[in-house]
């Protein structure tokens, strides 16, 4: 089983517009992470939200996670060309120490 | 902001030859971490790393692998005898303290290419 999918694949939307992303993933966290990565770069980390908190803000970004469901959700609201990047999810494990499992990622471009 | 840095960016070698790929984590930080990332697929986690020992290690880390911390502000991963299929971007991480519910600082990675 996979853990950590990630849809849409590929998001196309134009500047100013609202992204969404959702990961869906098969077993127990502590947490849920998501982060981004620009072609040829590492990952940053954009937000951590815990298993016991349903919705979490910074700037522009809003994640809600629904552990009922085993899916999370990251919004990017106003759309800038610079989003335009990779956005993956990562889980962690319970019964290691600091081990995430990425999700394949969600492609996004953001139009000028 | 601190940045974990990565040396070399790009790495080529033939099969079968040792190559070490170099990590300078954020200096406070206390956890490390390697991940890798074959072309087009998702990034795998390979290894942790704290106190000078191995906390963690998938099975990709198999005895071809091995990770060190030669002095205080490295952290090396070896490969002894590359295959081909070891052809992916590999990423070093650090996080502040160990455990869940800590984000992971990540460099830029280093593009292995095993010819």
């Known amino acids: 089983s996979q853990q950590g999918e990630e849809d849409p694949q590929a998001l196309s939307i134009q500047e100013g517009e609202n992204a969404t992303m959702n990961c869906s993933y098969k077993?127990?966290?502590?947490?849920l992470q998501w982060y981004r990565q620009n072609s040829g770069r590492g990952l940053v980390h954009l937000i951590l939200?815990?298993?016991?908190?349903r919705e979490k803000h910074s700037g522009r970004l809003r994640v809600t996670l629904d552990t009922s469901k085993k899916s999370s959700s990251l919004l990017i609201t106003a759309s800038r060309a610079a989003d335009t990047a990779s956005y993956f999810c990562?889980?962690?494990?319970?019964?290691?120490?600091?081990?995430?499992?990425f999700g394949q990622g969600t492609i996004l471009t953001v139009h000028p | 902001e601190p940045e974990v840095t990565q040396t070399p960016s790009h790495q080529v070698t033939q099969m079968g030859q040792e190559v070490i790929l170099r990590c300078v984590p954020i200096?406070?930080?206390?956890?490390f971490y390697w991940y890798r990332q074959i072309l087009g697929q998702k990034v795998e986690f390979l290894v942790s790393?704290?106190?000078?020992?191995?906390?963690?290690k998938s099975e990709i880390f198999d005895d071809q692998f091995s990770v060190e911390r030669p002095d205080g502000s490295n952290f090396t991963l070896k490969i002894r005898s590359t295959k081909l299929e070891d052809s992916a971007m590999y990423f070093c991480?650090?996080?502040?303290?160990?455990?869940?519910?800590?984000?992971?600082?990540f460099g830029d990675g280093t593009r292995l290419s095993i010819l």
């Open positions: 790393f704290y106190n000078n020992e191995i906390s963690e």
């Open positions: 200096s406070n930080h206390l956890y």
């Open positions: 939200i815990r298993s016991n908190e």
């Open positions: 991480a650090s996080s502040e303290t160990g455990g869940n519910n800590q984000p992971q600082h």
């Open positions: 077993t127990s966290i502590n947490n």
């Open positions: 990562a889980t962690d494990d319970p019964t290691s120490y600091g081990k995430l499992t």
